[in-house]
C-alpha cells in the first residue's frame, strides 16, 4: 500500500464548487488536496460544455465554461492545493485522526475534514455492450489510461468517434507496436486537428482502422483478441490491450457505501441519491465529513453554481471550528485584511 498522504481537507471533485471550496478553506489558513475521476479540472464545466456560455454567475455577465475553470484555478493558486487525477475514492474508513480514503489508483489519504463536492456523482464510463467484459478489467481492458508506459511495445485496440478515442489514439500510437481504432461510422466527432492527424496515420498505415462494432473478447487469463461484427461479417483482431471511449455518465459511485444519509424515497421526492446535509454548514450525517454544490439536497436546494460557492464559504467555516476548537473564527474580508491580502498577492 502506499504511503498515506496527510493533509487538513481532502477534497472530492475538481468541479467549480470543489475549486472554490479551496479558496474558502485558504483564506482560513487549511490546506486541501483534492481528487478528482477526470484528468483535469473543471467537473461538468471543463468535460462536457467547455465552450457553452454560462449567465448566471455574479460579476459575469457570460463566461464559458473553461473560461470559469481557468479563472478558479488562477484564485486558488496563492493556496497551493495538490491535484489527484484520474482518481476515483473507493472507500471512505474512519481511523483515529478523522478519515481514510483510498482511490481505485492505489492513493491513501487521511485527514480530519472530507469534503465531497461531486456534483452529480461520480464520471463513470459508459461501457459496450460485450458479454463479460468486467472478467476482462484490469487483464488487457480499461476505460482510462492510468499509467501511459504500461503500453510500451503492446498491440492496442481502441474504440469510440469522439476526442478522448482520436487523442488517445494518437498519443499512443508513439508507444505501441501495433495500434487500432474500431468506430461504428467512418466520420469521427472530436476536433478537426485531430480528426486530419488520425487521417493521415490511417492513410499511412500507422493506425488501423476497423469500420464496426466489437461484439466479443477472447482471451483466458488474459485477454487476447477482439472480434469486430460489421453488416454481418466478423473479423479477429489480436490485441494485448483494448480501451473503449464511449463517453461518460454520472452515477453515484462508491460513495453510495460509505454509510451516508442518502435522499431517496418520498423524503427527497424526485431527486433521489443526493446527501442529506444540515443547512449551517452542509454537514452530513458523518462527523467532518461534508457535501456541497449539486451532491447534496437540503430544503429549498438550488442546482447553481453560485449556490454551491455559498455552501462551500459556510462549510469552510465549520472545517476551521472542528479543526481548531480553542480558535476564535472570525470572518476575515478580503477587502480589509492585509494578511490576506498579502497571501492573495494583491498587495
Not at 33 to 56: M, N, R, W
Not at 96 to 111: H, K, M, Y
Request: with cysteine.
Amino acid at each position: 500500500m502506499s504511503d498515506k498522504i496527510k493533509t487538513d481537507v481532502v477534497i472530492i471533485g475538481a468541479g467549480p464548487v470543489g475549486l472554490f471550496a479551496v479558496f474558502e478553506l485558504g483564506l482560513h489558513g487549511l490546506s486541501a488536496h483534492v481528487i478528482d475521476i477526470l484528468g483535469k479540472a473543471g467537473g461538468q464545466c471543463a468535460e462536457l460544455y467547455p465552450d457553452k456560455p454560462i449567465y448566471d454567475i455574479p460579476a459575469l455577465p457570460v463566461v464559458s465554461g473553461q473560461a470559469l475553470t481557468d479563472n478558479l484555478l488562477q484564485q486558488i493558486e496563492p493556496f497551493a492545493p495538490t491535484f489527484h487525477f484520474n482518481h476515483m475514492v473507493e472507500t471512505l474508513e474512519r481511523v483515529q485522526d478523522g478519515w481514510q480514503l483510498t482511490t481505485d489508483g492505489g492513493a491513501v489519504f487521511e485527514s480530519k475534514i472530507v469534503v465531497i463536492a461531486a456534483g452529480g456523482g461520480s464520471f463513470q464510463p459508459k461501457k459496450p455492450s460485450i458479454d463479460g467484459i468486467e472478467n476482462y478489467e484490469g487483464r488487457g481492458v480499461a476505460y482510462a489510461v492510468r499509467n501511459i508506459n504500461q503500453y510500451d511495445g503492446k498491440n492496442i485496440l481502441l474504440a469510440g468517434g469522439g476526442d478522448s478515442a482520436l487523442d488517445w489514439t494518437l498519443n499512443l500510437a508513439e508507444r505501441a507496436a501495433k495500434i487500432g481504432l474500431v468506430h461504428r461510422r467512418r466520420e469521427f466527432r472530436g476536433a478537426p486537428a485531430s480528426v486530419k492527424k488520425l487521417e493521415e496515420m490511417i492513410e499511412s498505415g500507422r493506425v488501423q482502422f476497423y469500420l464496426g462494432n466489437p461484439i466479443k473478447l477472447l482471451g483466458e487469463d488474459k485477454l487476447s483478441g477482439v472480434v469486430i461484427e460489421n453488416d454481418g461479417v466478423e473479423q479477429t483482431v489480436m490485441v494485448d490491450n483494448f480501451l473503449p471511449f464511449y463517453g461518460l455518465s454520472m452515477k453515484l459511485g462508491p460513495l453510495a457505501n460509505w454509510g451516508l444519509t442518502l435522499g431517496t424515497g418520498e423524503k427527497v421526492a424526485a431527486d433521489k441519491n443526493l446527501i442529506l446535509v444540515d443547512t449551517e454548514a452542509f454537514r452530513t450525517n458523518l462527523p467532518g465529513v461534508f457535501a456541497i454544490g449539486d451532491i447534496n439536497y437540503y430544503p429549498g436546494k438550488l442546482k447553481l453554481i453560485l449556490s454551491g460557492f455559498h455552501e462551500a464559504a459556510l462549510m469552510a467555516i465549520a472545517a476551521k471550528k472542528l479543526l481548531s476548537p480553542d480558535e476564535r473564527v472570525a470572518m476575515q474580508y478580503t477587502t480589509s485584511s492585509t494578511k490576506l491580502q498579502r497571501l492573495l498577492k494583491v498587495i
